[in-house]
């Protein structure tokens, strides 16, 4: 298991954002005083990128936050269709938090988003929501492979080895799925219908997806 600060699996550590935010700005003021003012300022734009960047992560988990994922629900549709959004929630987490405390907790927010975070389509992005729930953001993808997305997200979180962070521990998450293929599609719509078939993914024993089947009209879970 990846210790707490060494960052996702596969990757080098590298500077922080307030520590790239910094550097920009030093580069940019040593052109300056030497009159490249054209290097300056592209240093400049890099500065200004990250300090924007940052305002649109999730401090605690450093998946997007809710105001990054509004400008794409409610902002200029930029995505070609086909789109799918997932919405998840973590099962019982409240029991997490009063079982382990808070600090484990905020360790398993974070845990589950690198987790989320794996293995997105292009383009594809994970935005925390509010609380415990995240929207995974799927776009260019058919609901079948939308589908297999988020299983393959559901069951990274629940083999996870969670009992190496605190003994006894156990993590799962219940996803829904929803998935458009005209053009443009509705996020907002969207969105909106996968809350309600959170609560069927709840309903049906948690630890699932839950998904409407284009062709049956009924509702689909899948489960280990």
């Known amino acids: 298991m990846v210790a707490e600060g060494e960052g996702t699996p596969g990757r080098t550590a590298g500077p922080r954002p307030p520590d790239l935010l910094r550097l ?3 580069i940019a003021d040593l052109f300056a005083t030497q009159g ?6 592209q240093h400049l734009r890099s500065a200004l990128d990250i300090a924007r ?5 999730d401090a605690l988990t450093s998946s997007y936050n809710r105001r990054y994922l509004d400008e794409r629900l409610y902002g200029p549709f930029t995505d070609g ?3 799918a959004l997932a919405l998840i929630d973590l099962d019982r987490f409240k029991s997490v938090n009063d079982t382990y405390g808070h600090l484990v907790g905020d360790r398993v927010l974070r845990r589950v988003a690198d987790l ?3 293995n997105l389509p292009p383009g594809g992005f994970c935005a925390r929501y509010g609380g415990e729930e995240f929207v995974l953001w799927l776009p260019g993808i058919d609901a079948r492979r ?5 299983e393959d997200a559901r069951v990274r979180v629940a083999r996870h080895p969670w009992s ?7 993590v799962t998450i219940s996803a829904s799925l929803a998935h458009e293929s005209g053009t443009p599609p509705s996020p907002e719509r969207q969105l909106r219908s996968a809350d309600v078939l959170l609560y069927a993914a709840k309903r049906a024993g948690r630890n699932k997806v839950a998904y409407r089947d284009a062709q049956t009209a009924q509702l689909m879970t899948h489960s280990e």
Do not use: I, K, T
């Open 116 to 118: 989320l975070q794996e």
């Open 81 to 83: 269709p086909p789109l």
């Open 53 to 57: 960047d940052g305002n649109l992560r």
């Open 24 to 26: 920009h700005e030093a």
């Open 164 to 170: 190496e962070l605190q003994p006894g521990l156990r």
């Open 146 to 150: 939308a589908v297999h997305v988020v």
């Open 36 to 41: 490249d003012w054209r290097r300056a300022y």
